[in-house]
């Protein structure tokens, strides 16, 4: 007996869809349901998000970004382009793989096959709050491979004998993400070897048992342009809310919630809220944006805070919901600290939004001073309006640490890249990172990072803005 899953509260969801009935129990009064409006929106936006990445790469078929059914794993045998829109702040060094997990009937088994020593890979286990519950792969289970089960909050079986690890989502849609690091295009064929060796199977396939009863189904609801900017995102974060059980920790949050008719499955229609509730949740979102915008400014672009405070377990967030916000605003899915350091380039040395329509800038790192990481470093470009990848002449991306042998050093040892929308010629094209010609941001990225970027004893350095064309 591989264990009984409750199937409670799911019917909601098919009322919740299909009826449309108000939002029930909104007993706030107006200055209390805008100070709630403004927490939820910072807990729920993330979850939202994530459906609406669960939706393009699993519901839709018929989307270009699908990669696969629920339960299956979908290969992306290339890197990351500036036509992949799929969710923000993508890399482009580690072609995906991609699982959409549904724990409701029964856990799945990922087996990974061994690969060289010296290539990265990794595999986040993601929830549906966007917090990393366990990693498999390099640096958490080694290069060897194994099988590995994963498991929804109310499965009740007991772990096979010849699987290598259990693993426990806090919610029944789970998402696994897979990142095998590309050396080059020559590299390629490899890639797709390593990622066809990826297996995906129920656990009663993978024991060759008869298979539970199938979980009911769910109507899954077509994301809106302005789902995740508007009081509608309460009605796509009540309708994921019915995959995850209510943690006790949040007992007293979900309770505030429910008084702006917030809960598990519940119905939400914004139509049948009145003028003053509707407008009380919109001051809410505004108040939440504001809050975000001023944190942005002095805590992230002053890199006070860093991405590794932004990723990672419950644990590890304790609480802050504002820090898994602002992970999921600018980089959903972003990796933890102890896999991957994220820097953001938000701004010049001056603290100067970049724009490379105002500016042409250099990157400088010391002789011996290159990011620190034992697996692989990137720099990767984006653009600071859709926070995608950003097409260019050359279809280059970033500037990794494989590509050190083709970059020109300066004379002392050191290295500089030049950051800009136009080729800076031909003498400095191999260390052109080419940008946008409006606002931009580049992410360095530092797989496996070593101690001293976390100590603070090695320092990033900071854009500098050159030929100015103001």
Not at 115 to 128: G, K, P, T
Not at 319 to 348: P, Q
């Amino acid at each position: 007996m591989q264990g009984a899953i409750k199937a409670a509260g799911y019917s909601l969801m098919t009322m919740f869809v299909s009826c449309g009935v108000g939002a029930q129990g909104f007993t706030a009064s107006p200055e209390e349901a805008r100070a709630i409006a403004k927490e939820a929106y910072l807990y729920g936006f993330p979850v939202v998000e994530m459906y609406k990445t669960l939706y393009t790469q699993a519901i839709d078929s018929k989307s270009p970004n699908y990669k696969a059914p629920f339960n299956r794993i979908g290969n992306t045998a290339e890197a990351f382009t500036a036509k992949d829109t799929a969710f923000v702040t993508p890399n482009a060094d580690t072609p995906y793989s991609f699982v959409w997990m549904d724990l409701r009937s029964e856990p799945l088994i990922l087996s990974l096959p061994p690969i060289e020593e010296h290539r990265y890979y990794s595999v986040q286990l993601i929830d549906a709050y966007t917090q990393n519950f366990a990693y498999l792969g390099t640096r958490s289970t080694g290069n060897n491979g194994g099988h590995f089960m994963i498991a929804g909050p109310e499965w009740q079986g007991q772990q096979p004998v010849n699987i290598d690890r259990l693993l426990r989502s806090e919610s029944n849609i789970t998402y696994a993400l897979y990142r095998t690091q590309l050396f080059d295009e020559k590299d390629l064929t490899k890639v797709k070897q390593i990622q066809q060796g990826y297996k995906v199977e129920t656990l009663s396939h993978y024991l060759k048992q008869k298979a539970p009863a199938p979980a009911p189904k769910v109507s899954w609801p077509k994301p809106t342009p302005t789902m995740s900017e508007t009081p509608d995102l309460f009605r796509y974060l009540n309708f994921m809310l019915a995959f995850a059980p209510p943690q006790d920790v949040e007992k007293d949050l979900m309770a505030r919630f429910a008084k702006i008719g917030i809960g598990s499955g519940a119905p939400f229609d914004v139509k049948k809220l009145s003028t003053e509730q509707r407008q009380a949740l919109e001051d809410g979102i505004s108040d939440a944006k504001a809050e975000f915008a001023g944190f942005k400014k002095d805590k992230v672009d002053s890199h006070q805070v860093s991405s590794g405070d932004f990723f990672g377990t419950r644990d590890h967030l304790k609480g802050n919901y504002l820090y898994r916000y602002a992970g999921a605003n600018m980089g959903i899915f972003g990796n933890s600290a102890e896999e991957a350091n994220y820097i953001g380039y938000f701004v010049d040395k001056d603290g100067q939004p970049a724009d490379a329509s105002k500016h042409d800038y250099t990157l400088h790192f010391d002789k011996g001073a290159l990011p620190p990481a034992d697996a692989f470093w990137s720099l990767t470009m984006y653009d600071g309006k859709n926070k995608l990848l950003v097409a260019n002449p050359l279809n280059r991306y970033l500037i990794n640490s494989r590509m050190l042998p083709d970059l020109a050093l300066d004379a002392d040892g050191g290295l500089t890249l030049y950051v800009q929308h136009a080729n800076p010629g031909k003498d400095k094209q191999t260390n052109w990172l080419p940008a946008p010609n409006g606002p931009f941001y580049g992410i360095l990225r530092l797989y496996l990072p070593k101690p001293e970027v976390a100590s603070g004893e090695w320092k990033m350095p900071l854009l500098d803005p050159v030929n100015s064309k103001q």
